[in-house]
């Protein structure tokens, strides 16, 4: 189960990433159209009013969010991961901008001022986008310093394994999780887990801590 805390910063990534979009573009049109700065002709081909092109990408740019979406980049399993991350955005990046330059070609409208937008575009993307992210999940864990976002995790099992992912978890600064108790035996917590809620069954952990305060559970025994 997803914490109120993930579903809110997977909103804020949704956010960000359409800034990011429409920024990337009227970076690349500044630079292409009002810098001039081309290969050779600084001069347009196709002029079309900033406006317009800015209306354009703003109605194309929920698309991209979808193609984002599809790749994974608003789940935690991804988003968790920095250079996983990186490599999706790089890629969504690159196939978003196929998608709009189909959709200019399929709806035979003039979208790019000049042939140099897409590309300025497609660089600008990625370069926001990875800004944005870094700025987010930096922000992210200066929040966490505070006890706020934090996951809510209770852990089941005797094993070492479960021990192991108790100490991980632990410094929820670093982690992100707060680990509200651990579901062992009774003679086997207090040398491993002094400072921990421990149960002796998960009836009595959901009877203590209530299905509200768990956001997420883990059964080490599956992992043994």
Not at 43 to 50: E, F, G
Not at 123 to 139: I, M
Not at 181 to 194: C, M, N
């Amino acid at each position: 189960m997803k914490s109120n805390a993930s579903l809110l910063y997977s909103f804020f990534l949704v956010v960000g990433d359409f800034l990011a979009l429409v920024a990337a573009f009227v970076g690349a049109y500044i630079l292409r159209v009002n810098l001039g700065l081309g290969f050779s002709n600084p001069d347009v081909a196709n002029p079309v009013s900033a406006l317009t092109y800015l209306g354009i990408f703003a109605t194309l740019a929920p698309f991209w969010i979808l193609i984002f979406a599809l790749l994974g980049l608003y789940g935690n399993s991804i988003y968790e991961k920095r250079f996983a991350e990186a490599g999706r955005l790089f890629i969504g990046s690159f196939v978003g901008m196929l998608f709009v330059v189909g959709y200019a070609y399929a709806s035979n409208e003039i979208i790019f001022p000049a042939k140099l937008v897409p590309v300025y575009g497609f660089v600008l993307t990625f370069l926001f986008l990875l800004l944005f992210r870094n700025c987010a999940r930096l922000l992210r864990g200066l929040l966490f310093r505070y006890n706020i976002g934090l996951t809510n995790v209770l852990i089941i099992g005797d094993t070492k394994i479960a021990q192991e992912l108790v100490d991980s978890l632990i410094n929820s600064r670093l982690s992100g999780y707060r680990v509200v108790g651990v579901v062992t035996s009774k003679e086997f917590a207090p040398e491993h887990y002094p400072d921990l809620k421990v149960f002796d069954n998960f009836d009595e952990a959901i009877s203590q801590l209530g299905t509200e305060q768990i956001h997420s559970i883990v059964q080490t025994e599956l992992y043994a």
